[in-house]
């Protein structure tokens, strides 16, 4: 029989015979970067049945609570790994949201949400109480604006925070079975599937802004059926139950977020005290 021809893998040095390094994995035929070359790896990624992002996304939309349950028991070779999966979704859509038009849009409407306060702030006496006042809304309006502009940047931030609600709301039992980290997966492709929904609702603004509107004024619930869905088969509740339990977990979220904006108020206050303090004079 004809040996098999040895390679020295390109990563690690060593010397083997097959398609694959069996000391680091790398595959035996590394070629140099081309523009083919990245072209063809980046359909591979997208179509592969194995591990790419379009068998994720089928079960992301067919099974999401399966293939959460998948992953926690290790089956993880078959689907992409929820981050960068969370970061390729998030790109495309800060990419939609650009070249759409829907951003301009936003932020035409938090400029006619300023011009009523500035003419409201036109009113005010010019004096330094006057200016302070000027001062701390214009602080607060530039604020609300960052949060309306960047809604999707804002939830994936506060990931932590919807994990720390979805322990509180899904029970004690599914506190001891689970821990944090394995809470999080559910959590990272819910916010996947809002973030694709925002995706369409972005494109859906080139044929019509009502009917923008009328998505964007909906994403609360699609964030409820989402993490309903990504919950499901980890919490082995009915479906009524699950998204009474998501829904709650959905207030509880923003109860939490009111509080840590509260916090951050109060160190606002400490920050501009001169401004509240000429104020109060």
């Known amino acids: 029989m004809e040996e098999k021809k ?28 081309t523009i083919r070359f990245i072209f063809t790896n980046l359909l591979q990624a997208i179509l592969s049945n194995d591990g790419g992002v379009w068998i994720t996304l089928k079960s992301l939309f067919t099974r999401p609570g399966a293939m959460v349950i998948d992953i926690l028991n290790g089956k993880r070779k078959s689907y992409f790994s929820p981050f960068p999966m969370l970061f390729l979704t998030l790109s495309l859509y800060i990419v939609i949201f650009s070249f759409t038009g829907s951003r301009e ?7 006619l949400t300023s011009k009523k306060y500035s003419q409201s702030l036109e009113k005010v006496e010019e ?11 214009k602080h607060g309006l530039y604020v609300m604006s960052i949060c309306k502009d960047h809604y999707t940047a804002v939830m994936v931030l506060t990931i932590p925070i919807y994990i720390l609600a979805a322990r509180a709301c899904y029970g004690r039992k599914n506190r001891k079975k689970y821990n944090w980290g394995e809470y999080c997966i559910p959590v990272v492709y819910a916010t996947i599937i809002v973030t694709l929904y925002r995706c369409i609702s972005s494109i859906c603004f080139a044929f019509s802004t009502k009917l923008y509107d009328l998505l964007d004024d909906w994403s609360w ?13 980890m919490l082995e509740f009915s479906i009524a139950k699950t998204i009474w339990k998501s829904l709650v977990l959905f207030v509880f979220y923003w109860m939490m977020l009111f509080m840590l904006i509260i916090v951050f108020g109060i160190l606002y206050v400490i920050i501009f005290y001169e401004n509240f303090q000429a104020l109060s004079s």
Not at 7 to 24: M, S, Y
Not at 221 to 233: H, P, Q, R
């Open 221 to 233: 619930v699609v964030t409820v059926v989402a993490f309903s869905m990504c919950f499901k088969k």
């Open 6 to 33: 040895t390679i020295k893998c390109l990563n690690c040095g060593t010397e083997f015979a097959g398609k694959f390094c069996p000391e680091c994995g790398q595959r035996a035929d590394t070629k140099r970067f």
């Open 105 to 111: 849009y936003k932020l035409e409407l938090n400029e």
């Open 127 to 137: 004096t330094e109480a006057g200016q302070a006042k000027q001062r701390i809304i």
